[in-house]
Structures are given as structure tokens and as C-alpha cells.
């Protein structure tokens, strides 16, 4: 006598939809979650590019500080070529607004007697998300200090 047990066994279909079932739930779950992660990678992503252009301004603007004199006569020209200079490094900068870059430069005579040339260049950025205990905006900032060429 054979004495099977049919009641026991799994249909192959029957199983296919029960994990077929399983995985979209997972997925349901889990999807928000790595959508976060994503959305914070691409924010920490456009926030480094952003402060490396802002790099990239400023020491634009320093190589000329370096190697242009400033005097009282020129000094108005002198500071728009710099803010144009750190503008068009900016430029190629997705999402970029002119109005959002500031740039000082503070000459000043150290002991020496040599010029030298403060830059502070500073540019406000929106992150792609509202995340909670951040800023809607913030500013980056960066700072060179160099000597101009005798």
C-alpha cells in the first residue's frame, strides 16, 4: 500500500506567487528608505561640487590679485576684473545665480612692506531637500591669502 500524503504537497505556482509576494513587499519597505539615501547622496554630491567651484573662483581671483598691482587709482576696476574672474569660474556651476557669489579682497602692507591681498569669497546654496535640523539654505565659504609678485 501506498499511502501518500497529497494535502502536503506545494503546487510550483503556488509557491512562485507566495514568494513573488514577499519580494514586492519587501521592496514596498524598503523602497522609501533607499530613495533617502539616494536623495542625501545626491545633496552631499551637488554641496562638494558647489564648494569645489567656490575653490576654484577664488583662486582664479587669486592669481590675479598675485599678479596685478593694486593701487588707489585702479582699485575699483581691479575688484570688478576679480568678481568677474570668480564669476565665469562659477559659471559652469549647475544652478548658479551671479547674485549668490560675494567676493572680497582686502589689500594690506605687511612688515615686510610686500602687498598682500586677503581674498573671502563666499556663495549661498539650496539643497534639493528640506532635510530636518538643516537650513533651507547655507553659505559656503572660502578664504586665500596671498603676496603680490614685486
Known amino acids: 500500500m501506498n499511502h501518500r500524503n497529497t494535502n502536503l504537497a506545494v ?15 519587501e521592496l514596498a519597505l524598503s523602497l522609501p528608505v533607499l530613495l533617502l ?6 545633496d552631499y554630491a551637488r554641496v562638494s561640487f558647489v564648494a569645489c567651484a567656490l575653490a576654484n573662483a577664488v583662486g582664479a581671483s587669486s592669481h590675479y590679485a598675485a599678479t596685478h598691482r593694486v593701487t588707489e587709482r585702479n582699485q575699483a576696476d581691479w575688484d ?13 556651476t549647475p544652478g548658479f545665480v551671479e547674485e549668490n557669489l560675494t567676493l572680497t579682497a582686502v589689500p594690506s602692507v605687511n612688515g615686510d612692506g610686500e602687498t ?5 569669497g563666499s556663495c549661498l546654496f539650496s539643497p534639493l531637500v528640506d532635510w530636518p535640523g538643516m537650513p533651507g539654505q547655507f553659505l559656503l565659504r572660502k578664504s586665500v591669502t596671498v603676496v603680490q609678485y614685486q
Do not use: H, K, Y
Not at 512562485?16 to 514586492?24: E, K, P
Not at 570688478?80 to 559652469?92: C, D
Open 11 to 25: 503546487s510550483p505556482m503556488r509557491s512562485r506567487i507566495s514568494r513573488t509576494g514577499v519580494a514586492t513587499t
Open 37 to 42: 539615501l539616494l536623495l542625501a547622496a545626491v
Open 80 to 92: 570688478t576684473t576679480m568678481q568677474e574672474l570668480a564669476q565665469a569660474e562659477m559659471a559652469e
Open 116 to 120: 598682500v591681498v586677503e581674498l573671502n
